[in-house]
């Protein structure tokens, strides 16, 4: 059973930048496409960005161009550089595998997440 561990979240003004992490550990190693998923209040949760054990990438339209995934496979962890924040960045995100596709129904086993709040 693989368990995720996401950090970094926090309170940033528009226009700002975080950093999130997520520490993979159990069979993690099993995983070919990681994904850093979110949930803004009142909405599903949906996948932003994915990256596969190679370092593709693939990134939802709403993040494509201020958000970056990356990767380091020895460590089981996965980043999101999150750049020119917006208020409809703020959801709770959370990493999870990508494996089966986008829709995060397919998945158990998830995390607390980590808060991001985008307002000044």
């Known amino acids: 059973q693989v368990q995720f561990v996401e950090s970094g979240g926090g309170l940033v003004q528009p226009g700002g930048s975080l950093r999130l992490s997520c520490a993979a550990s159990?069979?993690?190693?099993?995983?070919?496409?990681m994904g850093w998923y979110r949930q803004a209040p009142g909405k599903q949760r949906e996948l932003i960005a994915a990256?596969?054990?190679?370092?593709?990438?693939n990134y939802a339209d709403s993040v494509k161009g201020r958000f970056t995934i990356s990767r380091d496979n020895p460590k089981n962890t996965v980043y999101l550089e999150m750049n020119n924040l917006k208020p409809e960045d703020t959801a709770v995100y959370y990493c999870?595998?990508?494996?089966?596709?986008?829709?995060?129904?397919?998945?158990?086993?998830w995390g607390q997440g980590t808060q991001v709040t985008v307002s000044s």
């Open positions: 990256i596969t054990s190679g370092g593709s990438t």
């Open positions: 159990g069979s993690a190693f099993t995983i070919y496409i």
């Open positions: 999870n595998s990508a494996d089966l596709g986008p829709d995060p129904r397919e998945y158990d086993a």
